[in-house]
């Protein structure tokens, strides 16, 4: 394979993985945080309460938080919303594949781009 090919696969790749990390939107963590609720039977917090957790919720991808709320609901036996600070940290391991994953191609496309 040479360079030009080798870069026109990773192109494509680069754009998943930028989009990938993107920051999860408002609506999308409402909607997570609702499905979260209703798994644990639980209420939603008030409003002041549901901004708290969206604004600390948005430097997540929409991705990982999807999987740190399934790998959370695996080992969460407590009968309340987890709090931030716990969906946080549920959600860092798949955050930092994300971004490795992201590094790794853009990594890939730098050496491509060196001459030989």
Request: proline share 9%.
């Amino acid at each position: 394979m040479d360079r030009t090919e080798a870069r026109r696969w990773l192109e494509p790749a680069r754009f998943r993985a930028r989009r990938a990390l993107a920051p999860a939107e408002p609506d999308d963590i409402t909607k997570a945080l609702e499905a979260l609720a209703d798994t644990l039977q639980t209420g939603m917090p008030e409003n002041h309460g549901q901004l708290m957790y969206i604004g600390l919720l948005q430097q997540v991808p929409y991705l990982a938080l999807r999987i740190g709320i399934v790998e959370l609901l695996k080992t969460f036996v407590y009968p309340r919303l987890p709090y931030p600070a716990e969906i946080l940290a549920a959600c860092g391991p798949a955050h930092a594949e994300l971004q490795f994953w992201a590094q790794s191609v853009d990594r890939a496309i730098a050496l491509l781009e060196k001459p030989s």
